[in-house]
């Protein structure tokens, strides 16, 4: 089984910063793709950005304010967010397509982090 665990989501001022970490830990054989995805109450989860494939993919909302990043050798994802918006408020959950040590391929999730831009 892959875990994952999110950390630094809290409470900021609009036009600040915070730095999500997502670490996945368990038995894993291989991880393709990390990312993060976000979801307010009463609106589905979307994807915030993704790093997979010698790709990176960001959802045009948090273009040149948000930057992901992954630590291969520690499975780590962070999420650096900037000048942090109000509609920016949402749980914040890591997403990992990873192989296990038994071989099979399964997406996994965290159990999310809030985040909270007041104005």
């Known amino acids: 089984q892959v875990q994952l665990v999110e950390s630094g989501g809290g409470l900021v001022q609009a036009g600040g910063s915070l730095r999500l970490s997502c670490a996945a830990s368990g038995m894993i054989f291989r991880i393709n793709g990390m990312g993060w995805y976000r979801q307010a109450p009463g609106k589905q989860r979307e994807l915030v950005a993704l790093?997979?494939?010698?790709?990176?993919n960001y959802a045009d909302s948090v273009k040149g304010r948000f930057t992901i990043s992954r630590d291969y050798a520690k499975n780590t994802v962070d999420l650096q967010m900037n000048s942090l918006k109000p509609e920016d408020t949402a749980v914040y959950y890591c997403n990992a397509d990873a192989i296990g040590a038994r071989g099979y391929r399964d997406e996994y999730w965290g159990q999310g982090t809030q985040v909270t831009v007041s104005s």
């Open positions: 790093i997979s494939g010698g790709r990176i």
